[in-house]
C-alpha cells in the first residue's frame, strides 16, 4: 500500500470529497457540451450525415436569422421574473415572519404543484384561459379584453404561464433568506427611531438580497429556455428561443444550427448573470446560494 | 474545518488560488494548447453518420427468406389510440405470446430522430414493427432501412385494398403494408362559423381570424393548400409548395391562423377556441363523439390522403413474428374491429361488409368510408427529393417557429 505523509494525505483528502461531484460533471456535462460545440461547427445535411468543418458561420447566421426569438426569450423570462418577484416577496415574507405554526404547510403548499407534471400544468392553463370559460368572460365583462378578445393564444398568457410555473423557485430561495434574518437587526433599527418602512428598506431588503438574486438566477435562466408554454398557450407569434431549438433538434434534424443556438443562449445568459451579479453587488455567486 | 478545505481546494482547482508565476503560467499554457489540440483532433475525428452511410439501396431486386421463429419478444411501435387492444389480446391467446405493443409514435420526425442513429450504423433498433407516415416510410425505404417483407408469410395481403396496392416510394409494397389510412381535410364547427364550408380556401375567410389551425407538417398543409390553389398537389413541384407556404405565412403574419399544431390541435377545436382546423378525418370521427356540432368536410378541391405503414427494421430481432402479426390485422373480421375502433379508413377489402353486419352505422359512415366522388378527390403525397424535402420542411419551420 502507498504510504503518504499526513500533509499529503490532508492536501489529497478535499480533492477525494471532490472526486464524485467531478467525475460527475465531467461525465454528463463538460463532455456532452465539449461534444455539442464539435457539433455546432459541423456542416452538413441529415442524408449525407454531418462533419466537422469549423463552420463558425453557423452562430452569425443563428443570431442573425433567430434573433426575434432570443430577445423575445429574454422579454418573457424578464417579465415572468420581475413579477414573480413581486408576487414572490409579499409571500415569502408572511411565511417566514407571520404564518406561525402554519408555516411548514404553507411550504407544503408552495411546492405541491411539483407534484404534477409541468406539461399537465400548463395544459390546465389551456382549460382555465379557453375562450369560451370564465376566465375570459369575467375579464370581458370589466372591459379588460374587448368581447371578441381572448387570453389564450397570447403573449400574456405565455407569461403568465411562465410566471405561474416558476413561482415556487423565486418563493423558495426568498424564504430561506428571509428565514435566516437576525429578529433583533429589525428591532435594533425600530429602537433607533428607524420606522417600520425605513427598517425594511435598510435592513430587511439588503439583508435579502441574496434570496433575492438566488430567486431571479432560478427563475430566469430555465424560463430562458423554456418552449412548453410558448407551444401551449402562444401562437407562433410568441415563440421563444426554446421553441426553435427543439424543432431544429427533433423535427429539421438540422443538429448543427440547433447546437450553436444552445450555446448561444447559455454564453447570453451567463454574461446576463455576471453584468447582473455586479450591479447587485453580492459578492459571489455562493454567498447568494448559501 | 473540512468544509473549507474542500473550497479552498476548488478555488485551487478553478482559478489558481494563489496567483500565477510565469514560469507556472506558461506550463498551464503549455498545458491547455495541448489539451485544446488534443480535443480539436478529437473533434475533428467525430461526425454524424448520414441516413444513406450504411444503405442498401432499394433498387435491387427483393428475395427474402424469414423461415419459422419463435414469436417471444415481438415489439411493435405505433401511435397512440390507434389499434382496439383486444384484437391485441386474441393475437396473444392465438400464439401464446405476448407481443410488447407500445405507443410510442407522437411525430413521425420525433421517432426518427430518436432511432435515426443506430439506423445509419446498421445497428438493430429494438422494435419488429413500425408504423410511419407516408413521407416518412418513403425516406427509410430509400435509406434502406428496412427489411422487405416475405410475403410468403402474409397470405392475406390479397385483402390490401387495391388502391393501395402500388404508391411511388414502393410500387410493389414490398417492404411496406398499410396500417390505415386517413383524409386530410378540415374539421369546423358549424355554429361558430355560421355557415357551410366547402373549401379549402374558407381557411383563409378573414371572418374566421384568430379562429383557424394549422398542422405543423407541411406535406398535409401547404399541400391542401396547394389544391386549394388549384394545383394537382401529388405532382406538385418544391416551386408550388414554396408558394402555398408563402400563402401560410401571409395568413399568420395577419393573424389569421391561430396556432401550428400536431395532434393536438383536437383539444381547441372540440373546447369552441377554434372554430377551423385542418384536421384528419379519423380524428373527428373521434371528437363528434364529445362534440356532435363538429363536422369535417373532404373539401370541393380535393384533400390529402395519408396511410400509415407497417414495416420492419433493418436487423429486427423477429421478421417472422411481425410477418406473422401484419397477417393477423388483415383478417377482414380483425380490420373491422380496428376500423370500428379507430374510425380512419381500412385498408382491408372485406372489412366494410363485416361492418355492416354488426355495425350498419360505421359502414355508411363517409369519414371511415368515403364515397366514390370522395376517393377520386383523395390526393397521394407529392414525391420529392430529399433536397426538396429539406427545403420544404425548413420553409415551414420558419412559418410555423417565428
Redesign the interface.
Known sequence: MLRLSLRTR?TL???L??GPGLLWLIVFYAIPL??Q???S??T?????????QWHFATYTDAISD?G??FGRSVLFAGSATVLDLVIAFPLAYFIAYKAGRWKNFMLLLVVLPFFTSYVLRTVAW??IL???GWVVHRFQDVGLISSNG?L??STKAVVAGITYNFLPFMVLPLYVSLEKIDRRLIEAATDLYASRATAFRKVTLPLALPGIFAGSLLTFIPACGDFINAALLG???Q?MIG??IQ?????????PTAAALSFILMTAILIGILIYARLLGTKSLTEAAA | M?DR??E???ER?LFDGDGMSRRRFLGRSGAAALGLTA?GSA??G????????HGVNAAKAVSVNHPKASLAGLRWANWPLYIDKKTLKSFDKLHGVKVKYVEEIN?N??F??KV?QQL?QGQPIGRDIVTLTDYMAARWVRDGYCEPLDKRNIPNIRNLASNLRTINYDPKRDYTLPWQSGGTGIGYNPKKTGRKLESVNDLFDPAFK?RVTMLSEPYDTACLVLLGMGVDASQAKIADILKAIEKIKKA?DDGQ????TGNDYT?DLA???VWVSVAYSGDLVQLQADNPDLEFIYPKEGSMLFTDNMMMPKHLAHPYGAEVLMNYYYEPEVAAKVAAYVNYITPVDGAREILEKTDPDLANNPLIFPSDDVRKRLHAYPALS??DE?TM??AM?D????
Open positions: 490532508r483528502l478535499p480533492y470529497f471532490l465539449i461534444n460545440g464539435g457539433v461547427l459541423m452538413g445535411n441529415p442524408e449525407q450525415g454531418y462533419t466537422l433567430y426575434t426569438q389551456q382549460l379557453n375562450d369560451n381572448r389564450l393564444a401562437t407562433p407569434k415563440y421553441n426553435v424543432s431544429k433538434f427533433l423535427n429539421i434534424l438540422d443538429y | 473540512p478545505d474542500v479552498r481546494a476548488l482547482l480535443l473533434l475533428a467525430c461526425s454524424i453518420e448520414g441516413e444513406a452511410a411525430d420526425f420525433e426518427f430522430g435515426r445509419a384568430g399568420k391562423i391561430r396556432r401550428f383539444t373546447k369552441g377556441n430529399p433536397a429539406r420542411q425548413s419551420a412559418v410555423t417557429g417565428a
